[in-house]
């Protein structure tokens, strides 16, 4: 199977081969994720908030928790657990993201690097929150689908 999520889905996509990673050791058999899409997800909250636009802080810190409380977000970010996570990815994400900055999407990309693995990665110079281009669409989802095949399929 497969995780595919976008914004704070891109966010449980990063999170999900770390989960499955821990399922699997608790039941002594093979993780069930084969691969995971992360479209312009959060992985370190902490990161995304000092990098959130003042006006929007408030309103994220009552969905994800306070910059005040540096334990709370590190506990919650994948970025901290990515020596657990054991599945292909794919990152995709629009250079110019007013939500969740671009710099979610390189962390994810080095720490899986520095861990051996080679995330594919899809960047847009030209998009920003999600891909509204079609021309840009066309290409991520049909790499979408020869990364699933490559992974997943058969």
């Given at each position: ?16 081969p770390i ?22 997800g959060?992985?370190n ?6 990098q959130?636009?003042d ?14 409380d540096p334990e ?5 970010s ?34 899986l ?10 960047f ?31």
């Amino acid at each position: 199977i497969a995780s595919f999520g976008g914004s704070y889905g891109g966010f449980m996509s990063a999170a999900m081969p770390i989960e499955d990673t821990r399922q699997a050791k608790e039941r002594n058999s093979p993780p069930l994720l084969g691969a995971s899409v992360n479209v312009v997800g959060i992985v370190n909250f902490a990161t995304f908030l000092q990098q959130t636009k003042d006006y929007r802080r408030k309103l994220r810190e009552a969905e994800y928790g306070p910059l005040s409380d540096p334990e709370f977000l590190a506990e919650v970010s994948p970025i901290h657990y990515i020596d657990e996570h054991n599945c292909p990815m794919l990152i995709g994400h629009g250079l110019n993201d007013p939500r969740v900055p671009v710099g979610e999407a390189m962390q994810l990309a080095v720490g899986l690097q520095k861990r051996g693995l080679d995330p594919e990665l899809l960047f847009f110079p030209d998009e920003g929150h999600g891909f509204a281009k079609l021309d840009n669409r066309l290409l991520f989802y049909r790499r979408v689908v020869k990364f699933l095949d490559e992974t997943i399929g058969n």
